[in-house]
């Protein structure tokens, strides 16, 4: 007998061949919800570990272009610290202005895309804060309303420490 003139298999035959997992009108997977969720979660938490551990590397092989970006933003804050007068402070941002291109340009050779260095956003937004908000405030503060200065102060110390922070842990971080 040919294989045309053979009947085709049952529905029943076919059914044992072929046994129904789900039914396809019930629209849910034969897996376990909550097993699939914490199955999600974890290798989403892999991937922020591992996330972390490339930042750090990649912070950690620049650390000496970061030391030089952080002397010159701190020494920027102690010349407008240290300034007594607007005339002193107004000096201060005058030599920061002229600083600055170069300082951007450093961030950009740390890290040209922005995505790779956790600190670069903490640079950039310093060298906003340096370029007129600082100074204002400190010019402010000389003139006897040291409320801003003292906000700004606070705000600068918690990036310096975050930055301080995540750079330590990258110099003694190791590759896997």
Do not use: C
């Not at 009947?7 to 076919?14: D, F, H, L």
């Not at 129904?20 to 034969?30: D, F, I, R």
């Not at 996330?51 to 804050?77: A, F, G, M, N």
């Not at 260095?117 to 370029?131: C, G, M, Q, T």
Request: no cysteine; glycine share 6%; charged share 30%.
């Amino acid at each position: 007998m040919s294989d045309s003139e053979r009947a085709p298999p049952s529905a029943s035959a076919r059914d044992a061949a072929f046994p129904e997992v789900a039914p396809e009108s019930s629209g849910k997977l034969p897996e376990d919800p909550v097993a699939g969720a914490k199955s999600v979660a974890e290798w989403r938490q892999h991937l922020e570990r591992e996330e972390h551990e490339r930042r750090l590397s990649y912070d950690r092989q620049r650390l000496p272009e970061h030391r030089r970006v952080l002397k010159i933003l701190q020494d920027t804050r102690r010349g407008y610290d240290a300034a007594g007068t607007r005339q002193g402070v107004s000096n201060a941002q005058r030599a920061f202005a002229s600083t600055r291109p170069k300082l951007v340009a450093m961030f950009d050779a740390i890290d040209h895309w922005g995505v790779s260095s956790k600190v670069i956003p903490d640079y950039r937004n310093l060298a906003e804060i340096f370029a007129e908000t600082y100074p204002d405030a400190r010019i402010a503060a000389l003139a006897g309303d040291p409320t801003a200065f003292r906000r700004l102060q606070g705000e600068v110390d918690g990036r310096f420490a975050a930055i301080d922070a995540w750079l330590r842990e990258a110099a003694e971080s190791e590759d896997e």
